[in-house]
């Protein structure tokens, strides 16, 4: 190779790095609304604030405009479906109290923030997985049991409840783990944030007052990177099984035709 054609190539790789870098830089303004808002959010708990009321409202629809702007671009459209309906229903667990005050907010928050878990799973096994389950998830399963084990007991009549939940919570955070890396971090945030709001509500006098803004924070910055990871997924086309699992699911469906 001359050293003008290893120039131009050196050359070529920089500018598209350049490029790289500055399409992701206008990925990032969408989700400039949701960071800003997140951040009033939190602070405001922090201070005890009124704007924590109207802020958590606007987090959810804020977060959906960067899917909304995207969404021509964004394939298999089943998978931006899922997308949608998983912001849908975290929306309506973040205001169960207010969008049904005639109701018990708890057991109606944990319903629809499970069915939000469960649009998350599908999404990830059927769109989103670039690898096998890692063995460290096993510390998932550890996770519910220890919750189980702790909380349990202070849970009541919403023992069952609280125990399904878990189970698509870790659900949620064990198949993010086949996803981008980006993804998995968002699934771990989110179980980070259930988990301190899960003794906030059954071990009040065990949580200090830090822990209420921790569990929005910890809550927005999962529920971020989740979204941005699957949007910059589908946009590139990156979604898809990992060659491994090509290989396995080839596989099986060759057995599956045998028979």
């Given at each position: 190779?001359?050293?003008d054609?290893?120039?131009s190539?050196?050359?070529?790789?920089?500018?598209?790095?350049?490029?790289?870098?500055?399409?992701?830089?206008?990925?990032?303004?969408p989700f400039a609304?949701?960071?800003?808002?997140?951040?009033v959010?939190?602070i405001?708990l922090?201070?005890?604030?009124p704007?924590?009321?109207?802020?958590?409202a606007?987090?959810?629809p804020?977060?959906?405009?960067?899917v909304v702007?995207?969404?021509?671009?964004?394939?298999?459209?089943g998978?931006?479906?899922l997308?949608?309906?998983?912001?849908?229903?975290?929306?309506?667990?973040?205001?169960a109290?207010?969008?049904?005050?005639?109701?018990?907010?708890?057991p109606?928050?944990?319903?629809?923030?499970?069915?939000a878990?469960?649009a998350y799973?599908?999404l990830?096994?059927?769109?989103l997985?670039?690898?096998?389950?890692?063995?460290?998830t096993v510390?998932y399963v550890?996770?519910?049991?220890?919750?189980?084990a702790v909380?349990?007991p202070h849970?009541g009549?919403?023992?069952?409840?609280?125990?399904?939940?878990?189970?698509v919570?870790a659900g949620?955070a064990?198949t993010?783990?086949?996803?981008?890396?980006?993804?998995?971090?968002g699934?771990?945030f989110f179980l980070?944030?259930?988990s301190i709001?899960?003794?906030?509500?059954?071990l009040?006098?065990?949580?200090?007052g830090?822990?209420?803004p921790a569990v929005m924070a910890t809550?927005?910055?999962g529920?971020?990177l989740i979204?941005?990871g699957?949007?910059?997924?589908?946009?590139?086309g990156?979604?898809g099984?990992?060659p491994a699992?090509?290989r396995a699911?080839?596989?099986?469906r060759g057995t599956?035709?045998?028979?």
């Amino acid at each position: 190779m001359t050293a003008d054609a290893a120039a131009s190539r050196a050359s070529s790789r920089s500018y598209d790095g350049g490029m790289q870098s500055r399409t992701r830089l206008r990925a990032l303004w969408p989700f400039a609304p949701y960071i800003v808002v997140a951040l009033v959010h939190v602070i405001a708990l922090a201070t005890r604030s009124p704007l924590a009321v109207p802020t958590k409202a606007l987090l959810m629809p804020l977060l959906a405009i960067p899917v909304v702007l995207a969404w021509k671009t964004l394939a298999p459209r089943g998978a931006a479906v899922l997308l949608a309906i998983a912001l849908l229903f975290s929306w309506l667990g973040d205001e169960a109290g207010l969008f049904f005050p005639f109701v018990p907010e708890l057991p109606l928050m944990l319903g629809f923030f499970a069915l939000a878990h469960v649009a998350y799973i599908l999404l990830f096994l059927r769109h989103l997985r670039v690898r096998r389950l890692p063995l460290w998830t096993v510390v998932y399963v550890l996770w519910w049991l220890l919750m189980i084990a702790v909380l349990g007991p202070h849970t009541g009549s919403l023992f069952a409840a609280v125990a399904a939940y878990g189970i698509v919570l870790a659900g949620t955070a064990a198949t993010s783990a086949r996803c981008r890396t980006m993804i998995a971090w968002g699934g771990v945030f989110f179980l980070s944030s259930d988990s301190i709001l899960a003794f906030r509500l059954f071990l009040p006098g065990a949580m200090p007052g830090w822990t209420s803004p921790a569990v929005m924070a910890t809550y927005t910055i999962g529920q971020g990177l989740i979204v941005a990871g699957a949007l910059l997924a589908l946009r590139r086309g990156e979604n898809g099984p990992a060659p491994a699992d090509a290989r396995a699911d080839a596989v099986e469906r060759g057995t599956e035709s045998l028979a």
